[in-house]
């Protein structure tokens, strides 16, 4: 069964930024593209990054130029780093291989305070 475990979650001021990691183990991390994903209350879920199994990355039009995803895989890892943050990036962030996803996670909860 597939483990994601995400983490790094907070409350934090407007413009504040925030690191969220993810990990999984070394049997999918590896061979698979990752993603970040978010919901928002009241919303459905949305794409927000995916990084590739060579690090080539791509972003949701509403994070472009303020998050960047990237991976370790020594530490079977995934990051998002997310500066100049918003209210509306308030949600709770979960990681997953885009396209055919895993059972979801528990997340980690993100909330930007105005």
């Known amino acids: 069964q597939v483990q994601l475990v995400e983490s790094g979650g907070a409350l934090v001021q407007a413009g504040g930024s925030l690191r969220l990691s993810c990990t999984a183990s070394?049997?999918?991390?590896?061979?698979?593209?990752l993603g970040w994903y978010r919901q928002a209350p009241g919303k459905q879920r949305e794409f927000v990054a995916r990084?590739?199994?060579?690090?080539?990355?791509t972003y949701a039009d509403s994070v472009k130029g303020r998050f960047t995803i990237s991976r370790d895989n020594a530490k079977n890892t995934v990051y998002l780093q997310m500066n100049s943050l918003k209210p509306d990036d308030t949600a709770v962030y979960y990681c997953?291989?885009?396209?055919?996803?895993?059972?979801w996670g528990q997340g980690t909860q993100v909330t930007v305070s105005a």
């Open positions: 997953n291989r885009p396209f055919v996803n895993w059972n």
């Open positions: 070394a049997t999918i991390f590896s061979n698979n593209q």
């Open positions: 990084i590739t199994t060579s690090g080539s990355p």
